[in-house]
């Protein structure tokens, strides 16, 4: 039954892109927003969980009413998102300002690779045309999903539009070596809670954990460790920055802290873009769990070539 119900979703989501590209962008992000604007009266879940993170990053600087409006506009911006998602296939990458890419072109040059982290911020897709542009051959983490139809679309749909390689989580420990070995800018999308345990951080002054890779291949093959950021202006063209490199010295809390410290920096600037919905402050343990500990042993026994 499930098997059924997965391929009938695969189905589903296919229609409904093809719709949404079919459809003129100012109509597609029109929908989009009723759309959102629906979802945020009846998800009462994640409006809720969306109003309680913003009240446990800022506390008393924002009021229950201030929290709810904010969190509204999250909703509308992830449904313009959305829309502008939908046709970037076919729309010229116009409006977008690029700050500080030779941080980027600089790291790529040394031939070590290039663990580059982002966040769930602004319209963070365009990441892809924008690394394409530069010319840099790029790998991005994703998380698995359980439909494996709709995760392979994905995968072949970035490789096809931007030429960007999409390899599973799990496969991190395996793969990320080589991509690093062979020059390859590795994507992270590092601000939400990993799901395998990480290394104890604070974000917005409160205790978190970081996933553990970035800092842990970055020290590890001597990659440089850079930030990226995107965000969308009023007028709706786009700021692509770039942050770094992070020094690599000390621990891997040391390290996992300094990319943390600048992704709450941008998302401070931005935060009616950022994905407050995720359970990002969950309950913390003083130190690595069992899976995040076999994880970075595993990398830090491994023999660098």
Request: glycine share 6%; hydrophobic share 45%.
């Given at each position: 039954?499930?098997?059924?119900?997965?391929?009938?979703?695969?189905?589903?989501?296919?229609?409904?892109?093809?719709?949404?590209?079919?459809?003129?962008?100012?109509?597609?992000?029109?929908?989009?927003?009723?759309?959102?604007?629906?979802?945020?009266?009846?998800?009462?879940?994640?409006?809720?969980?969306?109003?309680?993170?913003?009240?446990?990053?800022?506390?008393?600087?924002?009021?229950?009413?201030?929290?709810?409006a904010l969190a509204r506009r999250v909703f509308d911006h992830i449904a313009n998102h959305a829309a502008e998602f939908a046709h970037a296939p076919r729309r010229p990458k116009r409006g977008v300002r690029l700050?500080?890419?030779?941080?980027?072109?600089?790291?790529?040059?040394?031939?070590?690779?290039?663990?580059?982290?982002?966040?769930?911020?602004?319209?963070?897709?365009?990441?892809?045309?924008?690394?394409?542009?530069?010319?840099?051959?790029?790998?991005?983490?994703?998380?698995?999903?359980?439909?494996?139809?709709?995760?392979?679309?994905?995968?072949?749909?970035?490789?096809?539009?931007?030429?960007?390689?999409?390899?599973?989580?799990?496969?991190?420990?395996?793969?990320?070596?080589?991509?690093?070995?062979?020059?390859?800018?590795?994507?992270?999308?590092?601000?939400?809670?990993?799901?395998?345990?990480?290394?104890?951080?604070?974000?917005?002054?409160?205790?978190?954990?970081?996933?553990?890779?970035?800092?842990?291949?970055?020290?590890?093959?001597?990659?440089?460790?850079?930030?990226?950021t995107t965000s969308v202006r009023r007028d709706g063209s786009q700021d692509v920055r770039f942050d770094g490199p992070v020094s690599t010295e000390g621990t891997l809390a040391e390290i996992s802290q300094r990319?943390?410290?600048?992704?709450?920096?941008?998302?401070?600037?931005?935060?009616?873009?950022?994905?407050?919905?995720?359970?990002?402050?969950?309950?913390?343990?003083?130190?690595?769990?069992?899976?995040?500990?076999?994880?970075?042993?595993?990398?830090?026994?491994?023999?660098?070539?």
């Open positions: 039954m499930s098997s059924v119900f997965r391929l009938i979703e695969y189905f589903a989501v296919r229609v409904l892109a093809a719709t949404l590209q079919a459809i003129s962008p100012a109509a597609c992000a029109a929908l989009m927003r009723g759309v959102a604007r629906l979802v945020y009266l009846l998800d009462r879940r994640h409006r809720r969980r969306a109003i309680e993170h913003l009240r446990i990053a800022y506390g008393d600087e924002l009021t229950e009413k201030d929290a709810e700050h500080r890419p030779d941080i980027l072109l600089d790291a790529v040059a040394g031939g070590k690779g290039v663990v580059l982290v982002g966040a769930h911020l602004g319209y963070f897709t365009v990441l892809g045309p924008v690394l394409q542009a530069l010319q840099v051959p790029s790998t991005v983490l994703l998380k698995r999903q359980h439909n494996e139809r709709l995760l392979r679309w994905f995968q072949d749909s970035i490789q096809r539009w931007y030429g960007i390689e999409g390899i599973v989580k799990s496969e991190a420990l395996e793969k990320t070596p080589s991509r690093l070995r062979d020059g390859r800018v590795v994507i992270f999308f590092a601000d939400q809670h990993p799901i395998a345990g990480g290394i104890p951080a604070t974000f917005f002054s409160k205790p978190v954990e970081a996933a553990t890779g970035p800092s842990l291949f970055a020290r590890r093959y001597h990659a440089p460790l850079v930030v990226v990319w943390l410290d600048l992704l709450e920096a941008r998302i401070r600037e931005h935060p009616d873009q950022w994905m407050w919905m995720h359970r990002r402050w969950r309950e913390p343990v003083p130190a690595l769990r069992a899976e995040a500990a076999a994880s970075v042993a595993c990398v830090a026994n491994e023999r660098a070539r």
